[in-house]
């Protein structure tokens, strides 16, 4: 099994920024690609942003194209989130996902806990 944690969330106010980790542990044969989703209470999860197992490719929604920066480590299945100028409207639950194969915007076999980003106006 793989396990996905997350951390980096918090409370921050509208402008502010923030940077997410999420770290793959336990048994995997190869590196994973990844990916961050989100959920706003009363919403749906939605998806964010991705990276292929390499880092050669990245996928962002247009909501956080230019605010949100996505990037891992060279020799890890470890992924990080750059957020800036954070909006109330980003407020959510953030997900880190991964699967061994790249995944783009769906798909991924595994999950994390999430962990709580709350923009305040």
């Known amino acids: 099994q793989v396990q996905l944690v997350e951390s980096g969330g918090g409370l921050v106010q509208a402008g502010d920024s923030l940077r997410l980790s999420c770290a793959a542990s336990?048994?995997?044969?190869?590196?994973?690609?990844m990916g961050w989703f989100r959920q706003a209470p009363g919403k749906e999860r939605e998806f964010v942003a991705a990276?292929?197992?390499?880092?050669?490719?990245?996928d962002y929604t247009d909501f956080v194209k230019g605010r949100f920066t996505i990037s891992r480590a060279d020799a890890k299945n470890t992924v990080y989130l750059q957020m800036n100028s954070l909006k109330p409207e980003d407020t959510a639950v953030y997900y880190c996902?991964?699967?061994?194969?790249?995944?783009?915007?769906?798909?991924?076999?595994?999950w994390g806990q999430g962990t709580q980003v709350t923009v305040s106006s």
């Open positions: 996902a991964a699967d061994p194969i790249w995944r783009y915007r769906a798909g991924y076999a595994y």
């Open positions: 336990g048994r995997t044969s190869s590196r994973l690609a």
């Open positions: 990276i292929s197992v390499s880092g050669g490719l990245t």
